[in-house]
């Protein structure tokens, strides 16, 4: 039967009413469907649509063809609609052309997303396409470009005019797609597509700079605001219900909106000054202590909610912008930096930072609004006032200029040359954000009425109130005044649900929006306003546990309760040791300080007994507390510290600092950022491995009450088991752990895990805390992590669940670890990276082997006037000198202890110590009597003390055997150990030659003792001969090329002596010359001998190029553990004394050697040095011998040859050094 004609407005496709078919839908799935709803067939329609005769068209698809159709499974087809669409006379390439209309046959289909499903849809379309253009129909030209040239030129005939008209009306190409890039290669002119190629720079062109910023003149004040609002029940209703509920909620909304009706209503008030006045004075009189407390607290959360809203907003738009990890630098204008941070996070932002504001403020509110006690970018004078220029801020320097007070409160007459200025210091591409209300007429009283019952409850003068300037406009009239800037509008805004103020966060740019970019921009997600500087897991924890550390709270707010009265009277009795009349006033003072905490805290844990955690979004602590919380006792602290606290803040400060400290148990400082990660992360399978061995050493740690069993509290083990609960194997446990450890924190954690496994301790709360245990260890590696960084919150929530130990142990753990980083810079040498997991596993054996090789830190403790000496200090790390108080720390007195440090001895006995630190007075006196405080002297020093050789040894024997193993040393002169005994024979060669030198400078040549010398030489050739035979064997005592370099050079000088001494006999005889020097040449490159250094891990660093530019190649495999190489000869002595220097240095190898032989000298009682040379560790006298003189007026010294075992040498040298010894020469091994 005939379609019936009907009217639709959706053009899809479309043929003539004669027409079969026209164009498809697609819809795409990653999978095959496996239910198909149709095959893919004609529509039944179709099959008996009347043809006319005159329009008809030959070239109907065969019976075959459908049933070819039909039979496919690659192509679903879901449903046929059929729509009759009029003629279009309004499109360039219309598809219904017909003046009669045309029917649209419209097919949805489904397919998988494959190659094979693609192409049989293409030889679908191209049949289907075929068909309708031989019935004198169209196509619909989107989807997929599946149609050839030739049936998109049958279909629309112009279009080789449209690709025309589109180079004439879109020269730059800004109009784009697939489409158009596919079909368009055939028509458009080749200079076209080079445009075409060409990136696009920006979508406009910067504005000419505007000379005018037409500002049109607006009532700064409107009258009867109060009254006004009050009448209107729509706007009263919004008032209380959004504005004092929603946006402003410091105060009970309902008790506020009673005070503003009462104002409001009070003949007496005339004008809204008055009504001010009033309503100010309810609020005031309202607020007690405890009120005051609640209002503060209510402030704090608000403040949190509004940085948070501000920057979801900020982050909003800008991700809409495409401009995400773009903006870097950054202006705030009229605040104290409130949401610096906070967009510094989440925007990604890397650059320099500037405030405009008054004046730099450590006031509390200051420090809540910027969110750090210290400024968060480069301050900038500006008044609000004046709106003058940003001085300090470069031309085209800033991404972004965040403006959130409002411009309504800039003088008018300012506006202009303000906003110059934002234009001047933006970059192209910059955003200006502001915040301003669409001030309408109908909202005029309810954006006055916001303002001044804000000022009114903040504590605004009515001198302040009534002088704020408020310019309210709409929104329309600040884009427009803004376009005059030559900014351009973003039409992006963002706005605070329920806001019935209707201030909008709106954002213009200066153009060009986009410049080129490397890569695509991020997507921002909408961050926390606070830093989360939580690990993952750690975050996890205080996430699920928020009911366990609010009984903890609730628990500690009992104690306060219970102790603060008693503290309060102990201080009182203290107040005895003043006057009576300082006893009034100071009891009075206390009295006024203690009271209101009690309240505070009688009413707060009602207030937290009452919190119900009812969602997954609610479960978090930072809703109870919000993070500026945790600054207010720093910033009360840094008033107290700057001397501009009142009495009640410094007994306030006083009272919460004693707080604090008991809760933390120490009084360090908060944490700091960690160095830079590690090459190599620590992968789950080498954890897993460890706690596999922990398993099955400790299999009591399986059963389900293990930790509590472990002796930790209740609460504790109930935060643990909430946190564990989602963790069912040793595997996730490994995968959390190796999340947390880096590859530093990763090797003495094993080390320490193993080591507890070799001793077989079990672990338990008390061998974790205890200090030096092998559990404590492990614990403290972990903490110190770069990836365990708790913020603060998190460390005091430590105290409320019985884990008090752990906020000093991770501070003490990342400070050991900042003190093992290595400094990138000069001759500093750092540890070698890790370039794969051998590498990795080698480093870790190595380190376990240095563990103990240097002496550790020491910590001693003295009271003032019982100071003893320190005789055995090679360093002094840190000393502090005083006493805690209230109102005192203790002074650092680390450099003044340092000088007092001499030949390894630290003189405090007798030593007034306030006089040589420089501390003390009348008002320090006093303050100690009425605290009872003593001054104590605390000092980490190092020891010099040495191993015994029977415990050294063997443990360096294990180091250098594993560094050779793992390829860092070389096996240079393994075996050319007898070099370094007869070097000494060599040398003495070339000093008795000096000697004779050196002679002819006093006496005639013919009086030098020849024959002596060389007599002298051959005692000493035998006696290192000997002792090469002893410790080498005999093939290497005289068949060795070192006993022939030492014995032939010997026998020439015989002879030559012998000669000289014959020719000096006849003393009359005219002296004949003509004799030759001794001397060979010598090959630099391998003139060179390796050293082994070790240096405390934790010691100050080292510039090498600045210790002696003959040092090369250095190396360090691991941290402390250096390998050079030095010249030898007498530059190896030389090297080895300015190394000796160091009392935290030692050789531990040189040349793959573990002796070498020294020669020392010295005059006066040779029995003596004998004695003490003798008593050295690690040193051997081989030989003494002394030279018939020296070459110079005077006795002759007396030369000792030494073996030293290497890891002594630099104490050998330091102690000849003390003793008047001096090192002569320390003889190498080079060949």
Not at 44 to 58: I, M, R
Not at 852 to 861: A, H, N, Q, S
Request: aromatic content about 8%.
């Amino acid at each position: 039967m005939p379609l019936k004609r009907s009217r639709v407005q959706l053009l899809i496709g479309a043929v003539r009413r004669s027409a079969i078919i026209c164009c498809m839908k697609a819809q795409f799935q990653s999978h095959s469907s496996t239910s198909h709803f149709f095959r893919l067939t004609i529509p039944s329609c179709c099959k008996s649509t009347s043809v006319p005769a005159a329009n008809s068209s030959p070239g109907s698809a065969e019976p075959s063809q459908f049933k070819r159709l039909a039979a496919t499974t690659e192509v679903v087809l879901l449903n046929t609609t059929i729509r009759f669409v009029e003629q279009d006379v309004d499109t360039f390439l219309p598809y219904a052309k017909d003046q009669e209309g045309m029917f649209a046959f419209v097919l949805y289909y489904r397919l998988p997303r494959t190659a094979a499903a693609d192409a049989k849809m293409k030889e679908f379309h191209d049949w289907f396409v075929k068909e309708t253009l031989a019935l004198n129909g169209s196509f619909y030209l989107p989807y997929r470009r599946h149609y050839s040239f030739e049936q998109l030129e049958a279909a629309y005939p112009q279009i080789q005019d449209f690709f025309a008209k589109k180079e004439v009306y879109d020269p730059l190409g800004l109009f784009d797609n697939l489409w158009f890039r596919h079909y368009g290669a055939k028509y458009l002119s080749e200079p076209y597509k080079i445009a075409l190629s060409q990136p696009v720079v920006a979508t406009s062109s910067l504005a000419p700079r505007i000379t005018e910023i037409r500002v049109p003149q607006v009532p700064t004040r409107r009258a009867n605001a109060f009254r006004d609002l009050l009448s209107n029940p729509l706007l009263r209703q919004n008032f209380k219900d959004g504005f004092l509920t929603q946006i402003f909620n410091v105060m009970d909304h309902e008790q506020l909106f009673r005070m503003i009706l009462k104002a409001a209503r009070d003949p007496e008030n005339r004008d809204d000054i008055e009504i001010y006045r009033a309503l100010q004075r309810q609020v005031n009189e309202s607020s007690g202590p405890v009120g005051a407390a609640l209002k503060t607290w209510k402030q704090l959360n608000q403040l949190s909610a509004q940085k948070s809203e501000l920057t979801r907003e900020v982050c909003s738009i800008v991700s809409h912008l495409g401009k995400f990890g773009q903006l870097h630098d950054l202006l705030s204008i009229g605040d104290a930096g409130r949401l610096v941070l906070s967009l510094r996070r989440a925007l990604h932002m890397k650059g320099q930072c500037w405030v405009a504001h008054d004046a730099f403020s450590e006031d509390v509110p200051a420090v809540m609004e910027r969110g750090s006690l210290d400024p968060v970018g480069t301050h900038v004078s500006w008044q609000l006032m004046e709106a003058g220029p940003f001085l300090e801020v470069p031309d085209a320097s800033v991404d972004l200029v965040t403006m959130m007070q409002g411009l309504h409160h800039i003088p008018q007459q300012h506006l202009p040359g303000f906003l110059q200025e934002v234009v001047r210091v933006l970059r192209p591409g910059g955003l200006f954000l502001f915040r301003e209300h669409d001030a309408l007429p109908a909202l005029m009283p309810m954006l006055e009425l916001a303002h001044s019952v804000f000022n009114a409850v903040m504590g605004v003068t009515d001198k302040e109130e009534e002088m704020e300037l408020r310019a309210f406009r709409p929104l329309s009239e600040w884009r427009q005044i803004l376009e005059t800037t030559g900014l351009e509008d973003s039409m992006l805004f963002e706005m605070e649900p329920y806001d019935p103020t209707l201030d909008e966060m709106i954002c213009f740019y200066k153009p060009p929006l986009h410049l080129p970019r490397p890569s695509a921009p991020l997507v921002a997600d909408v961050p926390d306003v606070v830093p989360n500087q939580l690990p993952e897991a750690v975050a996890s924890f205080v996430e699920t546990a928020p009911k366990v550390l609010l009984r903890g709270i609730l628990d500690a707010i009992d104690g306060l309760l219970d102790t603060l009265p008693s503290a309060v009277a102990i201080f009182k009795e203290r107040l005895k040791a003043f006057s009576s009349g300082q006893q009034l006033v100071a009891q009075s003072l206390v009295d006024q300080a203690a009271e209101p905490v009690l309240k505070i805290l009688e009413n707060l844990r009602p207030l937290l007994a009452q919190v119900d955690f009812t969602s997954p979004a609610d479960s978090s602590f930072a809703n109870v507390i919000p993070a500026e919380a945790f600054l207010v006792v720093p910033a009360l602290m840094q008033k107290v510290k700057n001397g501009k606290a009142s009495a009640n803040e410094m007994f306030a400060a006083a009272v919460i600092k004693d707080i604090l400290d008991t809760l933390q148990g120490q009084k360090a400082d908060g944490p700091k950022k960690t160095e830079e990660a590690a090459a190599v992360e620590v992968t789950k399978q080498e954890v897993e491995t460890l706690l596999r061995k922990v398993l099955e050493e400790f299999p009591q740690l399986q059963e389900e009450n293990a930790i509590e069993g472990m002796g930790f509290p209740k609460r504790a083990t109930q935060v643990v088991l909430s946190r564990m609960g989602n963790i069912s194997n040793v595997g996730e446990v490994a995968d959390l752990l190796a999340a947390y450890l880096d590859e530093e924190a990763w090797i003495e954690f094993r080390a320490a895990l193993l080591e507890a496994l070799h001793d077989k301790v079990p672990p338990s709360a008390d061998a974790i805390f205890r200090p030096k245990t092998t559990w404590a260890r492990a614990l403290t590696a972990f903490l110190g992590s770069r990836h365990v960084q708790p913020r603060s919150q998190a460390l005091m929530m430590c105290q409320y669940v019985g884990l008090e130990q752990l906020p000093g142990m991770w501070r003490t753990a990342q400070a050991l670890r900042r003190s093992q980083q290595s400094q990138q810079s000069h001759g500093v040498v750092s540890p070698a990276p890790i370039r794969s997991p051998e590498d990795a596993e080698r480093k870790r054996n190595l380190q376990r082997a240095l563990n103990g090789l240097t002496p550790p830190l020491r910590r001693v403790e003295m009271t003032e006037g019982h100071q003893r000496d320190i005789c055995d200090v090679a360093e002094v790390v840190s000393a502090s000198f005083g006493y805690y108080s209230i109102t005192a720390r203790p002074h650092d007195v680390t450099g003044q202890v340092q000088q007092m440090v001499s030949n390894g001895k630290l003189c405090l006995r007798n030593v007034d110590l306030c006089r040589a630190f420089g501390v003390g007075g009348a008002a320090d006196g006093l303050r100690r009597v009425a605290t009872g405080n003593t001054r104590q002297l605390e000092i980490r020093y190092r020891s010099n003390q040495v191993m015994p050789p029977e415990h050294l040894l063997p443990r360096i024997t294990a180091v250098l055997e594993r560094l050779r193993h793992s390829g860092w040393t070389e096996d240079r002169h393994s075996d050319d150990g007898e070099y370094t005994w007869y070097k000494l024979n060599e040398w003495m060669q070339v000093e008795i030659l000096q000697i004779f030198g050196q002679s002819l400078e006093t006496e005639p040549w013919y009086r030098f003792p020849y024959i002596q010398f060389m007599k002298v030489y051959f005692d000493v050739l035998f006696q290192e001969s000997n002792i090469v035979q002893e410790k080498l064997g005999l093939k290497k005592a005289f068949g060795s090329m070192a006993f022939v370099t030492s014995l032939v050079p010997g026998l020439l000088m015989t002879v030559l002596f012998a000669q000289m001494k014959l020719l000096a006999i006849p003393l009359l005889s005219m002296p004949r010359f003509g004799f030759g020097g001794f001397g060979e040449s010598y090959d630099e490159s391998r003139a060179r001998e390796q050293l082994v250094v070790l240096r405390p891990k934790d010691a100050p660093k080292v510039d090498w190029k600045n210790l002696d530019e003959r040092i090369t190649d250095i190396t360090s495999p691991v941290e402390g553990l250096f390998i050079m190489k030095v010249p030898t000869f007498k530059a190896l002595t030389d090297i080895c004394k300015i190394l000796a220097q160091d009392e935290n240095m030692t050789v531990l190898q040189i040349s793959a050697q573990k002796q070498v032989q020294v020669k020392v000298s010295a005059k006066g009682n040779d029995a003596t040095i004998n004695r003490e040379l003798s008593s050295l560790a690690g040193c051997e006298i081989v030989s003494r011998f002394a030279y018939p003189t020296d070459g110079v007026p005077g006795p002759a010294s007396t030369q000792w040859a030494l073996c030293i075992d290497v890891p002594y040498l630099l104490s050998t040298i330091r102690a000849c050094d003390q003793r008047g010894i001096c090192v002569e020469q320390i003889y190498d091994f080079y060949c």
